[in-house]
């Protein structure tokens, strides 16, 4: 199940959606939440539509991979969707028992549910098409103006580019020591909640005492490969803006102004 | 003096026992002198010291007494400790544990990122390092993904692209399958023979051990044995006594002379013993 | 017969590009109190053959038996199985948890729903076949240890469900050579009193030719070679072609007698090449 989850995972390629300056990026998927929070009609989504197939297109990524990145979320949409449904008053189309289906609840559901299957797959079209390295360089950039008031952006870089780092190995890890336990008799799948919850301690805690045990030896290895903070240090891969990108951003920023302006029309 | 690489001065490091409220000596007054260009061996069993006495080497531990200077400078400079550290570099036990990037190269680039070397000159010594140990391949690829041999030689390019002239390997192939750490041993020769780097190599293996040009046996943080892998070896009760290994071929030549075969000669390998018989 | 396995295939990853046959047709009969030796390097499928043992791995293919019991039947209760089966994990000192020593031992016959006095006969037993002194150990944390103590405890943990098949992973990977033979000899000894059948999964020629009775060698999923030692190393270029080698003293026994001596050659310990090599030395000095 843990496989399943598309955000965080990178498809590799050298489409023009790839090589975008992940600066770009970024900036563009906020522009895209933020209107997507913001429409509040149908028509606009059009766009928004035309928008992400476009972006799609042009990335490569087979449109399984996208599907397969919601199917995790259909819970979470599924019950938004419903709550909608249920939840709005207005004009009764059908009862079901204590419950009733308005025409305004079916309509408002169906947008809430729409803005957060694009809400996903917007933000999984970033991460699939965008390294976890230039997505944490990214956004070490974007957040370096707010060094100033304390925000510390170097260090949460690093902070992620380690975490994801070793997500792979903590998986493996978690695989390899639940398997120990099932060696011993441990049982992982049966029982209530109470029950299960108190049977992953045998694999919480060896997995926690691991992590401890190397995090403290990777900070050893980074002080002997002069480690010392942000301050006075260079990049393999610099960030470098082009024509291209500049242009990409700027049609898009007018692209989503006009998305934003059709609230007051 | 200026062939010295590393210096160590009747060096001693105490720490506290977390479990009981005592002091524990891991090293006891050592004196060390390793030069420039040596390839030498720390043989010990666990727990004899030679990880302390390697982290001493390049300032990530500093003795509680005595002296250690690298290329000159004492580890307990803490304005040159950078210095100490980018002349000494260091690859540990375990690959997992030692890899920051999710992509090759921008490991093998931490480094000299952190000495703040510009893009161009970063550029060409990460492409060199990997090239050196047989890595550029595997430039673009996860390190997760390798082998723990492919993911130890992703650790010394990693070093190495911080231009070092000393490399201290603690125990780097003991978490390694057969052909990882042939692969890891050979990578290391290579950097001593043909990049010309001084060596020192921490282990409990004593195959490894008889590829060194020195060797210093170490066992409850004194130094017991130091010379030629021949000289260390031939003394197989002494060996065996510090919890150690010896070839079984140097063992065999031992037990025939002691019953009377005369062998006059120090045996490390097959071909050794198939000349003398 | 406690272990037998008839056309069993795994394969990894079906149907997707990452498709990887890690098991192919593997056909196998283990008999009560065999002392076996799993070599193989990396990949070769050793691990999943030990984890469909015990029924971490599900049958997909074939059949398999522990001790009469079909685990690739669907209703076969995987508890039972292992409880027979014990598997050691390479490296198992990263799965301890419990606060104390005892508790961590026990957590495997408690599992299996024994009673308290059972649980701590168990754990003393365990304690002693390890080498750990139950009195002065047995309320200290496992994480005080040091690595190969530690070590200790993660299979006394096993050996305390008292499995009639106890599968070693690498048991000794990492331990330096005293750690080493200390645990070869205590797994030896706890196979000596009999009852058990050992399966010890290890890339370490040396270590299994002092102690197995049979070897087992594996190459891209296959059983490539079974027999006794001394036979499998008669077929050194073979081992070499896949990547594995003989002991040194074996090596150079053959090596030996290549070179014209007639000597017996079936050597594999320094001890017997010793004897080998006076009584041939001696008989040339005679003569």
């Not at chain 2, 041993?185 to 409990?204: C, F, V």
Request: charged share 25%; aromatic share 8%.
């Amino acid at each position: 199940m843990l496989k399943d989850i598309t955000i965080g995972q990178y498809f590799p390629g050298e489409t023009i959606i790839h090589r975008l300056d992940p600066r770009i990026k970024i900036s563009i998927i906020v522009m895209f939440i933020t209107s997507l929070f913001f429409v509040n009609r149908f028509f606009p989504y059009i766009f928004i539509v035309a928008f992400i197939l476009i972006a799609i297109s042009l990335s490569k990524v087979p449109i399984k991979f996208i599907i397969k990145g919601l199917r995790p979320l259909m819970f979470i949409i599924l019950i938004t969707f419903l709550i909608n449904v249920f939840m709005t008053k207005g004009e009764v189309i059908f009862t079901l028992g204590p419950l009733s289906v308005t025409k305004e609840g079916l309509s408002q559901a169906t947008f809430m549910a729409l803005r957060l299957v694009f809400l996903v797959t917007g933000t999984s079209l970033l991460t699939l098409t965008t390294s976890p390295i230039s997505l944490t360089d990214g956004i070490e950039e974007l957040l370096k103006p707010f060094k100033r008031i304390g925000l510390p952006s170097h260090e949460l870089a690093m902070m992620m580019t380690i975490a994801l780092r070793f997500i792979p190995t903590l998986l493996e890890e978690t695989d390899k020591i639940m398997k120990a336990q099932m060696a011993r008799g441990a049982d992982f799948e049966s029982g209530n909640i109470i029950k299960r919850a108190k049977n992953l301690v045998p694999l919480l805690v060896p997995l926690f005492v691991n992590a401890f045990r190397r995090a403290d030896e990777l900070a050893i290895a980074m002080e002997a490969r002069c480690y010392r903070g942000g301050e006075g240090r260079t990049r393999l891969n610099e960030l470098k803006l082009d024509k291209k990108d500049i242009g990409i951003f700027a049609s898009m920023a007018l692209f989503f102004l006009f998305i934003l302006s059709t609230r007051f029309i | 003096m200026n062939d010295i690489m590393i210096e160590m001065k009747d060096v001693v490091f105490e720490y506290k026992s977390y479990i009981e409220d005592e002091i524990l000596v891991a090293v006891n007054k050592v004196n060390l002198t390793v030069k420039k260009g040596e390839f030498l061996v720390i043989l010990g069993h666990n727990g004899s010291g030679k990880s302390t006495l390697a982290k001493m080497m390049n300032g990530l531990l500093i003795p509680t007494d005595g002296d250690v200077n690298v290329m000159g400078i004492n580890t307990k400079d803490e304005e040159k400790i950078w210095d100490i550290r980018q002349k000494a570099g260091m690859v540990f036990q375990n690959p997992d544990n030692q890899i920051v990037a999710t992509i090759v190269e921008e490991d093998v680039a931490f480094g000299p990122e952190n000495q703040g070397i510009p893009q161009d000159e970063i550029r060409k010594r990460v492409d060199d390092a990997l090239e050196i140990v047989e890595m550029s391949a595997y430039k673009k690829h996860a390190p997760h993904l390798l082998s723990g041999g492919q993911k130890q030689r992703v650790a010394i390019a990693g070093i190495l692209a911080m231009n070092p002239d000393c490399i201290i390997f603690d125990e780097p192939t003991s978490m390694l399958d057969p052909s990882g750490r042939t692969e890891v041993l050979q990578t290391i020769k290579k950097l001593n023979q043909e990049q010309g780097k001084t060596i020192i190599l921490i282990t409990h293996y004593m195959d490894e051990a008889v590829q060194g040009e020195r060797v210093v046996v170490m066992s409850k943080g004194e130094i017991k044995l130091e010379g030629s892998p021949k000289g260390v070896f031939k003394k197989v009760d002494k060996i065996k006594e510090l919890g150690l290994d010896v070839p079984q071929v140097t063992e065999l030549a031992y037990e025939l002379q002691k019953s009377g075969i005369n062998i006059n000669e120090d045996i490390l390998t097959i071909e050794e013993l198939l000349n003398v018989l | 017969m406690i272990i037998k396995i008839d056309n069993l295939n795994y394969v990894y990853n079906a149907n997707t590009p990452f498709e990887k046959k890690a098991l192919d047709n593997i056909n196998l009969e283990v008999e009560k109190g065999e002392f076996i030796g799993l070599i193989g390097h990396t990949g070769s499928g050793k691990s999943t053959l030990v984890q469909h043992l015990n029924g971490l791995i599900r049958v997909q293919s074939g059949s398999l038996y522990i001790d009469g019991f079909d685990i690739s039947k669907k209703e076969t209760k995987l508890k039972k199985i292992r409880q027979k089966v014990g598997l050691v994990f390479q490296y198992p000192e990263y799965q301890l948890f419990e606060e104390t020593i005892y508790k961590d031992i026990a957590f495997g016959p408690r599992n299996l729903g024994l009673n308290e006095d059972e649980i701590k006969a168990r754990v003393i037993e365990a304690m002693d076949i390890v080498g750990l002194d139950y009195e002065t150990l047995k309320e200290r944390s496992p994480f005080e240890l040091s690595g190969g103590q530690k070590r200790r405890v993660a299979i006394a943990g096993v050996v305390a469900m008292k499995p009639k098949v106890l599968v070693l992973d690498e048991p000794t990977a990492g331990l330096d050579p005293n750690g080493r033979d200390e645990i070869l000899a205590e797994v030896f000894d706890l196979f000596k009193k009999g009852g058990i059948t050992v399966v010890l999964v290890s890339h370490n020629m040396e270590d299994i030719a002092k102690i197995v009775s049979r070897i087992l060698v594996m190459d891209k999923g296959k059983i490539v070679m079974d027999g006794l030692p001394r036979d499998i190393f008669k077929r050194r270029q073979e081992l070499e072609d896949i990547g594995l080698g003989i002991p040194q003293i074996t090596k150079f026994m053959q090596e030996y007698k290549a070179r014209g001596h007639d000597i017996n050659s079936d050597i594999l310990t320094v001890e017997e090449a010793k004897e080998e090599l006076i009584r041939y030395l001696r008989g040339n000095e005679n003569a």
